[in-house]
């Protein structure tokens, strides 16, 4: 029987019209016998909306039918987006007013019909099909209405509707608090969703709410099944004999484990020797474990789910339970563990001659972070240097060879945009004490380039033998979007050099250029937006950022479901023969965890991202009326983002603050220019912002220019002081002196 990706790729080449399932299983010569298999194939590509059932239960291809399948981002302001499913479509996103979401809530998977063109490349469409719904739940607070009708207000505000709880489904919530709510009916043309509370998270304040609402939102599971835990403690504390027959022994080699100070989870240790013919011998070794974790098992369905763990400043959500994240396959310090090895010759021009994949078992010599590492390399009087005077000719050999290999990765082109982020430094109730600039020390840029190098020596390994594998891919950004950018960089000065197409080299010189300078930030900034985002995928479209034209994950099996997956088939194909039939069907298999795994890794990112700028909110609380340096980081019709440069928060300056001239939006050059005063406010501008309000429900730092604020506020003084003057020169006027009301404040 043909696969499923087969059979939709035989009704793009064969059926030229909608057509029933008979006429379908006459057009791709269906045996009788493959009918039952084969209906389940188009149920499951309607199912994903490859195809469409249309009128007369006929099936057609959704492009074919001026239709687009994708996922609804609604607007908190009542609109959408419909991002289409295929990456390769030359289908732009479409959008969706109010009126015409037919009630698909954001984030559903839905089909939409491409009624008119907007203007440009924009399309407007309308939804005529939800295939599948984002979530049964969601995070909102709990409110009562004058006339006592319980609602819920999503927490997260793309989701532009309350949700109608009934009184007997409240669940003893008070006025205010947090909850979860379980949908129970979907909305209609006539009435909201609705829903019932099965759990109150507790006021928005309280410490550890936070966490809370946020895993809630996204659907991240906190906790692992009974069998699943059952699972990792059945494995033990220790390996066996039988784990360590027909492995490499490591153990007599010097080996160490590189990370940040607050790591419990160690999944790649490091080895290296320098060889007799003057070429260094690097090996990475990686936490085996595929050799616990079976395709099927409880642990393998869980991973599976969550696609990779999940770190917020307090807290990390891990994939696996610890027994197995800190515990067995954790390369903790002088105990035995197994590993997949990846030992690579490299010579004096960074260029790996050879290599070796090895089962291995390894003992790690000692646990090492970041900052003792760094010490030892940088200073010759640090302590660490007598703490760990053995282990010195290790460092200054793995110092010695990262510069070689950062040298061959900058000299082929691969871009390294080294921006400052923010570093949070929370006190016991998770609430910020500071916020500094985190920066990568000379440790952190070697593991990085190990790592690098084992990802793309696996990556080239797995190409060059044809075997079926998830790759990390980084495509080309859309030549429209470089046009944009290059557009934008001349109006600071800038060219972007490009002869004969766009390369990742031509990025790195302009970032090399800018450095140091003001115009860093907001170059670098949109840079990044003109990127297409990093996925996984079956085929190897090579990665662009860094350059490298196989590239796969394999260095974090703990904290990434797809590594796992790496680590299986590398030694599926080292210990049997894989056949023609066996790569077919490890393809179709891999093309669906490759779909899995990037939702999960876009999941993850965005649950982080949210929760750190929620906390960054909260810090902001008490400032309001202080003033701040910033920098311009986006600019709209709207107004102004800037990021502050004492904390690294983001805020908003709406247009409708910046009251001293009428402001027009230039969208090609990214600014906001004043048609009397000619002022002009572009991306990258430096700016002196006030704070006006911190609204936590929002998630929003509310800010004005200051320098406007001061000519407002100068006016208003003025103002006053005219009126006195002429009531002062009218003796017939009594003077009447206001009262204040206890409490007030007058308005500034």
């Known amino acids: 029987m043909i696969t499923t990706e087969e059979v939709l790729n035989r009704i793009r080449k064969k059926v030229d019209h909608p057509a029933t399932i008979r006429e379908l299983q006459k057009a791709l010569s269906i045996a009788d016998d493959d009918r039952h298999r084969f209906r389940r194939r188009i149920r499951t590509l309607v199912a994903s909306g490859a195809l469409v059932r249309i009128r007369g239960n006929r099936y057609?291809?959704?492009?074919?039918?001026?239709?687009?399948?994708?996922?609804?981002?609604?607007?908190?302001?009542?609109?959408?987006?419909?991002?289409?499913?295929?990456?390769?479509?030359?289908?732009?996103?479409?959008?969706?007013?109010?009126?015409?979401?037919?009630?698909?809530?954001?984030?559903?998977?839905?089909?939409?019909?491409?009624?008119?063109?907007?203007?440009?490349?924009?399309?407007?469409?309308?939804?005529?099909?939800?295939?599948?719904?984002?979530?049964?739940?969601?995070?909102?607070?709990?409110?009562?209405?004058?006339?006592?009708?319980?609602?819920?207000?999503?927490?997260?505000?793309?989701?532009?509707?309350?949700?109608?709880?009934?009184?007997?489904?409240?669940?003893?919530?008070?006025?205010?608090?947090?909850?979860?709510?379980?949908?129970?009916?979907?909305?209609?043309?006539?009435?909201?969703?609705?829903?019932?509370?099965?759990?109150?998270?507790?006021?928005?304040?309280?410490?550890?709410?936070?966490?809370?609402?946020?895993?809630?939102?996204?659907?991240?599971?906190?906790?692992?099944?009974?069998?699943?835990?059952?699972?990792?403690?059945?494995?033990g504390q220790s390996i066996s004999a039988a784990d360590r027959r027909g492995r490499t022994d490591f153990r007599k080699v010097t080996t160490v484990t590189i990370d940040g100070d607050h790591a419990r989870d160690f999944d790649d240790a490091i080895t290296i020797e320098r060889q007799p013919n003057g070429n260094y011998l690097l090996g990475v070794h990686i936490a085996d474990v595929a050799h616990y974790v079976q395709p099927g098992s409880a642990l393998d369905c869980e991973a599976y789910d969550r696609g990779t763990s999940v770190y917020f400043p307090e807290r990390a959500v891990h994939m696996f339970p610890e027994a197995l994240a800190t515990g067995l396959c954790s390369l903790n310090p002088k105990v035995d563990r197994l590993v997949q090895s990846c030992l690579m010759e490299i010579d004096s021009q960074g260029q790996v001659v050879n290599y070796e994949i090895h089962d291995g078992i390894i003992n790690s010599s000692a646990r090492m972070t970041y900052h003792e590492v760094s010490c030892i390399l940088t200073d010759t009087e640090s302590v660490e240097r007598d703490r760990y005077h053995d282990l010195i000719p290790p460092f200054q050999l793995m110092h010695e060879l990262f510069h070689i290999l950062q040298r061959r990765r900058r000299l082929r082109g691969s871009i390294d945009f080294d921006v400052r982020e923010a570093e949070l430094v929370l006190d016991e109730a998770g609430l910020i004490e500071a916020i500094t600039a985190s920066e990568r020390n000379v440790a952190q840029r070697i593991i990085e380039e190990f790592m690098l190098l084992a990802n793309e020596t696996v990556a080239d390994h797995l190409n060059s033998n044809q075997i079926a594998t998830l790759y990390r891919v980084h495509e080309s950004p859309d030549p429209l979007k470089v046009?944009?950018?290059?557009?934008?960089?001349?109006?600071?000065?800038?060219?972007?050099?490009?002869?004969?197409?766009?390369?990742?080299?031509?990025?790195?010189?302009?970032?090399?250029?800018?450095?140091?300078?003001?115009?860093?930030?907001?170059?670098?900034?949109?840079?990044?937006?003109?990127?297409?985002?990093?996925?996984?995928?079956?085929?190897?479209?090579?990665?662009?950022?860094?350059?490298?034209?196989?590239?796969?994950?394999?260095?974090?099996?703990?904290?990434?479901?797809?590594?796992?997956?790496?680590?299986?088939?590398?030694?599926?194909?080292?210990?049997?023969?894989?056949?023609?039939?066996?790569?077919?069907?490890?393809?179709?298999?891999?093309?669906?965890?490759?779909?899995?795994?990037?939702?999960?890794?876009?999941?993850?990112?965005?649950?982080?991202?949210?929760?750190?700028?929620?906390?960054?909110?909260?810090?902001?609380?008490?400032?309001?009326?202080?003033?701040?340096?910033?920098?311009?980081?986006?600019?709209?019709?709207?107004?102004?983002?800037?990021?502050?440069?004492?904390?690294?928060?983001?805020?908003?300056?709406?247009?409708?603050?910046?009251?001293?001239?009428?402001?027009?939006?230039?969208?090609?050059?990214?600014?906001?220019?004043?048609?009397?005063?000619?002022?002009?406010?572009?991306?990258?501008?430096?700016?002196?912002?006030?704070?006006?309000?911190?609204?936590?429900?929002?998630?929003?730092?509310?800010?004005?220019?200051?320098?406007?604020?001061?000519?407002?506020?100068?006016?208003?003084?003025?103002?006053?002081?005219?009126?006195?003057?002429?009531?002062?020169?009218?003796?017939?006027?009594?003077?009447?002196?206001?009262?204040?009301?206890?409490?007030?404040?007058?308005?500034?």
């Open 60 to 235: 057609g291809l959704p492009s074919k039918m001026n239709l687009v399948v994708g996922h609804i981002h609604t607007n908190p302001r009542g609109f959408g987006f419909v991002v289409p499913d295929e990456k390769h479509s030359d289908i732009a996103d479409i959008y969706i007013s109010g009126v015409n979401l037919n009630q698909a809530m954001h984030g559903d998977h839905v089909v939409a019909r491409v009624e008119r063109e907007r203007g440009g490349d924009r399309l407007e469409g309308r939804i005529v099909k939800i295939l599948e719904r984002r979530a049964q739940k969601l995070v909102g607070r709990y409110d009562i209405d004058e006339s006592g009708l319980n609602f819920v207000v999503p927490f997260d505000k793309r989701i532009i509707m309350d949700v109608h709880i009934p009184a007997t489904e409240r669940a003893d919530a008070k006025v205010g608090e947090m909850v979860v709510v379980e949908l129970t009916s979907w909305p209609t043309t006539t009435r909201n969703p609705v829903g019932r509370i099965t759990e109150v998270l507790g006021e928005l304040n309280t410490s550890g709410v936070d966490v809370e609402i946020i895993l809630q939102t996204y659907g991240i599971p906190d906790t692992h099944s009974k069998e699943a835990l059952r699972e990792a403690q059945r494995f």
């Open 483 to 748: 046009a944009q950018f290059k557009e934008f960089i001349s109006t600071l000065g800038h060219t972007l050099v490009s002869r004969g197409g766009t390369r990742p080299k031509h990025f790195q010189q302009l970032v090399d250029r800018v450095k140091g300078t003001s115009e860093e930030k907001p170059i670098v900034f949109l840079m990044l937006r003109t990127m297409q985002k990093a996925r996984y995928d079956v085929q190897s479209l090579g990665h662009f950022g860094l350059a490298a034209e196989h590239y796969t994950h394999f260095t974090s099996p703990i904290r990434r479901y797809s590594d796992l997956v790496v680590h299986r088939v590398l030694r599926r194909s080292r210990h049997q023969e894989v056949n023609r039939s066996i790569r077919e069907k490890n393809f179709e298999e891999l093309s669906e965890i490759a779909k899995q795994v990037s939702q999960r890794d876009k999941r993850a990112e965005e649950a982080e991202r949210e929760l750190l700028q929620w906390k960054k909110v909260r810090f902001m609380a008490d400032k309001v009326g202080d003033e701040f340096d910033g920098y311009v980081i986006g600019v709209t019709a709207f107004g102004l983002f800037v990021e502050l440069i004492e904390h690294f928060v983001e805020g908003f300056v709406h247009i409708s603050s910046m009251a001293d001239d009428y402001y027009r939006f230039v969208d090609k050059e990214h600014l906001l220019q004043g048609e009397n005063t000619r002022k002009s406010y572009r991306l990258g501008a430096s700016v002196r912002v006030q704070v006006i309000r911190v609204d936590l429900e929002r998630r929003q730092v509310d800010l004005g220019l200051a320098d406007i604020l001061k000519t407002a506020v100068s006016h208003q003084r003025d103002t006053r002081r005219g009126r006195r003057a002429l009531t002062s020169k009218n003796p017939k006027q009594k003077r009447v002196r206001r009262k204040r009301t206890a409490g007030k404040r007058r308005p500034r």
